[in-house]
């Protein structure tokens, strides 16, 4: 029987609206960024924290966590925008930092520079799929290394978002090509095909046929038609997750500056903040429920921060589960 996909709510879209207002409002603030990719994300986003990704917001560095990378680094602010609504050691203060001298919210997604939830540093292009499936790579590795029968302690994902041109660079081509090799089963990349790059459409630079080359490594490929689809999104991880011997790349239909009535699906949106009056716009728009900059509705954060509670349990469940396997197997251990 297959399972059906939770419909979306209001309450869904306030919350994702709130990860687009807080990237307008942030890159705004900054007066320099990358606006449109997290504002045509952030469903994905919502459901992949919501609903799949395992973590532990008061724990970034739980062990069995499943790992996130998003490679196209220039949207970190899709990224800040979770880690803080999640519950992360991440504060609405340090958004308004966003790209300060500093901060924790630098203008690319840094490892080691107090960011909690970030697994590793993007910005070159292409870096961040690698990074995923060299962090694949080492799970598939430790699981066959440690886990015994009945003792599935090392058992997470690694999930990535890259972009058009993040899939344009040589290393991503030669790390999907050994992932699939390898058959990685528990690495899954979502793809924004957004059709836009910094200079106009991809069709200046860019006409393979994505699914048929990730098919071409030996990867499961998922197609979703419309990126606010959250039934969609929802379905595509499920069927991603239940194919255990292949990787699998989730192709999924967005448009930049989502919300925009003047920059959405132009490169305008891309890496430059929208305006102060568009920004206005943008948010009655979406029938956002204030102008004030860095609003965030009380029960979207609410929502959000269910993560924390259920973060808590899936990482008390998992150290139940390492006690007895210490206890099985103590030289292991």
């Given at each position: 029987?297959?399972?059906?996909?939770?419909?979306s709510?209001?309450?869904?879209?306030?919350c994702i609206?709130?990860v687009?207002t807080?990237?307008?409002?942030?890159?705004?603030?900054?007066?320099s960024?990358?606006?449109?990719?997290?504002?045509?994300?952030?469903?994905?986003?919502?459901?992949?924290?919501?609903r799949h990704m395992?973590?532990n917001p008061?724990?970034?560095?739980?062990?069995n966590?499943?790992?996130?990378?998003?490679?196209?680094?220039?949207?970190?602010?899709?990224?800040?925008?979770a880690?803080?609504?999640?519950g992360?050691?991440?504060?609405?203060?340090?958004?308004?930092?966003f790209?300060?001298?500093?901060?924790?919210?630098?203008?690319?997604?840094?490892?080691?520079?107090?960011?909690p939830g970030?697994e590793?540093?993007?910005?070159?292009l292409?870096?961040?799929?690698?990074n995923?499936?060299?962090?694949?790579?080492?799970?598939a590795h430790?699981?066959?290394?440690f886990n015994?029968?009945?003792?599935a302690?090392?058992?997470?994902?690694?999930?990535?978002?890259?972009?058009?041109?993040?899939l344009?660079?040589?290393?991503?081509?030669?790390?999907?090509?050994?992932?699939g090799?390898?058959k990685?089963?528990?690495?899954?990349?979502l793809?924004?095909?957004?059709?836009?790059?910094?200079?106009?459409?991809?069709?200046?630079?860019y006409?393979?046929?994505?699914?048929?080359r990730?098919?071409?490594?030996?990867?499961?490929?998922?197609?979703?038609?419309?990126g606010?689809?959250?039934g969609?999104?929802?379905?595509?991880?499920?069927a991603?997750?239940?194919?255990?011997d292949?990787?699998?790349?989730?192709?999924?239909?967005?448009h930049?500056?989502y919300?925009?009535?003047?920059?959405q699906?132009?490169?305008?949106a891309h890496?430059?903040?929208?305006?102060?009056?568009?920004?206005?716009?943008?948010?009655?728009n979406?029938g956002?429920p204030?102008?004030?900059?860095?609003?965030?509705?009380?029960?979207?954060?609410?929502?959000?921060?269910?993560s924390k509670?259920?973060?808590?349990?899936?990482?008390a469940e998992?150290?139940?589960?390492?006690?007895?396997?210490?206890?099985?197997?103590?030289?292991?251990?």
């Open positions: 029987m297959t399972a059906v996909a939770p419909r709510t209001s309450l869904d879209l306030l609206n709130t687009r807080l990237a307008m409002d942030a890159v705004q603030k900054a007066n960024g990358h606006p449109g990719t997290p504002m045509a994300l952030a469903p994905i986003a919502y459901v992949l924290w919501q395992r973590y008061a724990n970034p560095a739980w062990q966590r499943d790992r996130f990378v998003l490679s196209a680094g220039h949207a970190c602010m899709l990224q800040y925008a880690l803080y609504l999640t992360y050691d991440l504060t609405l203060d340090d958004i308004k930092q790209r300060q001298w500093g901060s924790k919210t630098p203008g690319h997604t840094e490892y080691g520079h107090g960011t970030v590793v540093t993007t910005g070159p292409g870096q961040g799929v690698g995923s499936v060299g962090l694949a790579l080492a799970e430790l699981a066959a290394e015994r029968p009945g003792h302690i090392v058992d997470h994902y690694t999930y990535f978002v890259c972009s058009d041109g993040d344009m660079e040589g290393i991503s081509h030669e790390a999907c090509s050994m992932a090799h390898l990685l089963g528990k690495l899954i990349g793809y924004d095909d957004n059709h836009i790059t910094i200079d106009g459409t991809t069709e200046i630079t006409s393979e046929d994505t699914a048929k990730f098919e071409s490594y030996g990867w499961h490929v998922e197609r979703v038609a419309d606010n689809d959250l969609a999104i929802d379905a595509a991880l499920a991603a997750k239940r194919t255990t292949k990787p699998s790349m989730i192709i999924v239909r967005t930049i500056g919300g925009s009535p003047n920059k699906d132009k490169p305008a890496g430059a903040p929208l305006g102060e009056d568009e920004v206005k716009l943008t948010k009655q979406l956002w204030s102008l004030e900059p860095f609003f965030v509705p009380e029960e979207a954060l609410a929502q959000w921060r269910t509670e259920r973060g808590a349990k899936l990482e998992w150290a139940k589960k390492y006690a007895a396997y210490r206890q099985a197997h103590p030289d292991l251990a």
